[in-house]
């Protein structure tokens, strides 16, 4: 229950944020947060990373529930023991449930955070959490994993 909860409560922050981004931003265009290093830009992504794959919307929005699929059977098959991969894996599935949520919704992904000292895609909190997730379940998978299965082995 309490992973439902928190998983919610990040696709909450994301979509509150996207809201705020759809309403105030939009209209607006950018606002600098850190000159020359951090803005916000409303981007409308009908893509993935660099407009690859663009209105494809069916193809991400089964890829994110077969990801959703995975993680789900992951806990329910108690396949992962460790804190750390699970929470990991709670982290990919908000991400990619708040930009399924806009690809349904808008049929775009909805994009406002912009690096502006390296070329870099415009993106948003549920990609935060996705590539976050990510190397946090690369890292279990590297260091963690390893040491439960030798301690099993013992």
């Not at 607006?28 to 803005?39: A, F, K, R």
């Not at 929470?87 to 775009?108: E, F, K, M, Q």
């Not at 909805?110 to 690369?138: C, K």
Request: hydrophobic share 60%; charged share 15%; aromatic share 12%.
């Amino acid at each position: 229950m309490m992973t439902l909860l928190a998983v919610l409560a990040m696709v909450l922050v994301d979509q509150v944020v996207k809201y705020w981004a759809v309403t105030v931003l939009a209209p607006i265009g950018s606002i600098p947060l850190i000159p020359g290093i951090l803005q916000l830009t409303y981007v409308e992504n009908r893509g993935a990373a660099f407009s690859l794959l663009e209105n494809q919307i069916w193809l991400f929005v089964l890829l994110a529930a077969a990801v959703v699929g995975a993680i789900v059977y992951a806990f329910r098959k108690n396949l992962i023991q460790n804190t750390w991969g699970k929470i990991s894996l709670l982290i990919i599935c908000a991400g990619a449930v708040g930009n399924v949520i806009d690809r349904i919704v808008h049929h775009y992904v909805v994009d406002m955070i912009e690096v502006l000292f390296i070329h870099f895609p415009v993106f948003n909190i549920a990609d935060i959490y996705v590539t976050v997730g990510v190397v946090m379940f690369a890292i279990y998978y590297l260091f963690q994993h390893k040491d439960s299965d030798e301690t099993e082995r013992e």
